[in-house]
């Protein structure tokens, strides 16, 4: 099973790494970078799930101090990574509920479908870290199908 999420993070890193020269915005080119130096490490023995989810946070930040967004915008970026952010918040701490929170990654999920995607030109700039976020909130919904 660690090979199929493997897999599905190195599309969604290989998505951003073909982006991260094209952004405009450095602060978003340094989260893509962040993003995909965490995939990259994931295939090693190196832990890397700080590193995976300080980008979270970081786009998190993002959305609330861009200047050019609209409420909206902001809104869909949110809901998209905090849940993704507790994730990763609760198992880096042994916190208890963090299967509970499994349920939780279906919230980024839908809206990256159903919000995202369709209006991805809307969205452009921040495609490729939400897409690195939907794929890990993928993952951990399957294995919580597969358990």
Same mark, same amino acid.
């Given at each position: 099973?660690?090979?199929?999420?493997?897999?599905?993070?190195?599309?969604?890193?290989?998505?951003?790494?073909?982006?991260?020269?094209?952004?405009?915005?450095?602060?978003?080119?340094?989260?893509?970078?962040?993003?995909?130096?965490?995939?990259?490490?994931?295939?090693?023995?190196?832990?890397?799930?700080?590193?995976? *989810? $300080?980008?979270?946070?970081?786009?998190? &930040?993002? /959305? =609330?101090? !861009?200047?050019?967004?609209?409420?909206?915008?902001?809104?869909?970026?949110?809901?998209?990574?905090?849940?993704?952010?507790?994730?990763?918040?609760?198992?880096?701490?042994?916190?208890?509920?963090?299967?509970?929170?499994?349920?939780?990654?279906?919230?980024?999920?839908?809206?990256?479908?159903?919000?995202?995607?369709?209006?991805?030109?809307?969205? *452009? $700039?921040?495609?490729?870290?939400?897409? &690195?976020? /939907? =794929?890990? !909130?993928?993952?951990?919904?399957?294995?919580?199908?597969?358990?």
């Amino acid at each position: 099973m660690l090979i199929f999420y493997q897999a599905i993070m190195a599309l969604a890193g290989f998505f951003g790494l073909t982006r991260v020269l094209r952004l405009p915005q450095p602060f978003l080119k340094y989260i893509l970078a962040l993003q995909c130096i965490a995939i990259i490490l994931s295939f090693t023995s190196v832990d890397s799930i700080l590193l995976f *989810y $300080l980008p979270v946070l970081l786009i998190i &930040i993002y /959305a =609330a101090i !861009a200047k050019d967004m609209t409420t909206i915008k902001r809104s869909i970026i949110v809901l998209i990574a905090l849940p993704v952010l507790a994730h990763g918040v609760f198992t880096m701490n042994h916190w208890p509920h963090v299967y509970e929170l499994k349920f939780l990654q279906l919230l980024p999920l839908a809206l990256y479908a159903g919000v995202v995607l369709p209006k991805r030109n809307d969205y *452009y $700039l921040e495609l490729p870290s939400l897409t &690195i976020i /939907a =794929a890990d !909130a993928l993952i951990q919904v399957i294995s919580l199908m597969v358990r």
